[in-house]
């Protein structure tokens, strides 16, 4: 293997991740302790008890084997020989009881945990605007959630698990060491100075590879995802020689960083084992030696080298446990620096309750632009009219899907306001605003769950006959029942298992039993053909009456029965009028849209 390769796909991929370091260790630890000990209460004293039998436990079989040696088989005793066989059974029976109890109780506590941080991230993604997810691809924000979760449950189990086992065990093993020989327990410290200091050395280079690895397996799972989701364009345009290139750099680096990581983890144990080889082998010199030349019983000198031997495992443990704590931490910095994002300002709630009469909108001088100095909508004015239709039409880019999104409360106006009934948007509650509007986008998204519950989407209260009268409304009926479980048939991503314009139809059913008094429709038809297009028009048209209704669409059989139609250009309105009376104006623009094919005429439609 070209072992220069992962170091030049490093250097090419470089750029894609950071080095942002995570917050202070304590400050960190504070917070998941705060947030989650609480809660957990009787849990994690229940683990600490058993950990302190496993500590205890341990430390005892160390102690007892003074008199396994020196009763038993220095001086004979035999009348003693059940009772330390019973004490030492019964010790280590105890000590797995306790052993499996508290690794219930564990995995039962980050099970939970990590469930509760599940619902509390997705329910904080749902307040955040689309500010954040205009400049977060889809799939690595889901990698990255999923990858680094576990971070929190992790700080909480090594944690506790270090301090209640094995600092503690430790402790007791040293007791029995001091107990037995406190000349022979200080050979044991020079232990701690060299690994105190290969400790720290390892900690700073965790923190500096961890957060690049946790970023680029985030950017890696998701960049799978995305090929996934998109294989037909994949297959379409034989882009897979060219993913997989891009792939493998991704996989090369991951693997790079996966490598440094565990080559700089496993730094402490070499230090760690040669180490303790030379406490153990000056251990065992020094008690032969004694034996020897002074006939000191061996006794002593056993469960002295026993507690060694048994306090090699927790003191490892307890030496790694910053560099393993440094990993975790990156992981739940990176959760917590999702839930620390302050909700986007089009999505606050809690303000004045929208209380739909008429649904008259109106925009009032409105600019606006996804970046501000590239406005989208220029001191724009309208006024759709309560109960009345309101198409709006023009080239790609005018504006004409931003009104939509701003009268949904997406966006926020740099200038100028958005009224509802005499309401302004920037200040109602997000839902109890949209949930007076229907919306059918001209991307139908389908949602993980069955076709009944894709409906129902729109309406959670509606009743099964509700939801399949919509289907049928929206001429969806006849295919669903034709499925293999009907209404109850399971879809595939994104409603992979219907075609597009069963999916539109699907989102119009949704729209439709919704049943609010505003309507906007987004070139609601126009993933259908013209057959069913003229049958789920016919439902439209029955939707829109009494409702308020701002329709975009290229479509004349859409818009020609409208009672406004507006014609935009760069964000302003340009003309304004009725189907016939706008192509009355042969140089207006309305009259060019027509002509240049822009707008569709249906067969039987006269323009």
Known sequence: MNTKKPAIREAKTSALVTTTAPAGTRAMLRRIFSENIGSFKKEYTLIVICLLIVAVTTAFAAWIMRDVIDQIFYSKRADLIGIISLSIMAAFFIRGIASYIQAVAMARVGNAMVARYQRRLFSHLMTLGFDFYSSTRSAQLAARIAENIGGIRDVMSTTISAFARDLVTLIGLVGVMIFQDPVLSLSALIIGPPLLITVAYVMRRVRAIARQAVEINSRLLGAMQETVQGMTIVKAFTMEQQLEQKLDQLVAYAENRANKIAAVSERTGPVAEMLAGFAVAGVVAYGGYRALHYGQSPGA???????????????????????????????????????????????????????????????????????????????????????????????????????????????????????????????????????????????????????????????????????????????????????????????????????????????????????????????????????????????????????????????????????????????????????????????????????????????????
Do not use: C, W
């Open 301 to 607: 000198t056993f469960s002295f080298i026993t507690a060694l031997l048994l306090a090699y495992d927790p003191a490892r443990r307890l030496a790694k446990l910053q560099v393993n704590l440094e990993r975790a931490l990156v992981n739940a910095h990176m959760v917590y620096e999702i839930l620390d994002m302050p909700a986007g300002q089009a999505e606050q709630d809690g303000q004045t309750v929208f209380k739909p009469a008429k649904g008259e909108i109106q925009f009032e001088n409105v600019t606006f632009g996804y970046q501000p100095e590239l406005p989208v909508l220029r001191d724009l004015s309208l006024i759709a009219k309560g109960g009345k239709t309101l198409a709006l039409v023009g080239p790609s880019g005018a504006g004409k899907s931003t009104i939509v999104s701003m009268v949904l409360g997406f966006h926020k106006p740099q200038t100028g306001q958005i009224l509802i009934d005499g309401q302004d948007v920037a200040h109602l509650n997000r839902k109890s605003l949209r949930g007076s509007i229907a919306y059918v986008s001209q991307q139908a998204y389908m949602f993980e769950g069955t076709v009944r519950d894709n409906i129902r989407y729109g309406r959670p209260d509606a009743s099964d006959a509700e939801v399949e009268e919509a289907a049928r409304l929206a001429e969806a009926d006849e295919f669903i029942r034709l499925m293999p479980q009907g209404y109850d048939t399971p879809l595939g991503e994104n409603g992979s298992t219907v075609s597009g314009g069963q999916r539109q139809r699907l989102s119009i059913a949704r729209a439709i039993v919704r049943n609010a008094p505003i309507l906007l429709l987004d070139e609601a038809t126009s993933a259908l053909d013209t057959e069913s297009e003229r049958k789920v028009q016919t439902a439209l048209e029955g939707l829109m009456k009494n409702r308020t209704t701002i329709v975009i669409a290229h479509r004349l059989s859409t818009i020609k029965n409208a009672d406004v139609i507006l014609v935009m250009e760069e964000g302003r309105i340009v003309e304004s009028g009725t189907h016939t009376a706008l192509l009355k104006r042969k140089n207006g623009a309305y009259a060019r849209l027509n002509a240049t094919g822009t707008l569709v005429a249906e067969e039987g439609i006269s323009t």
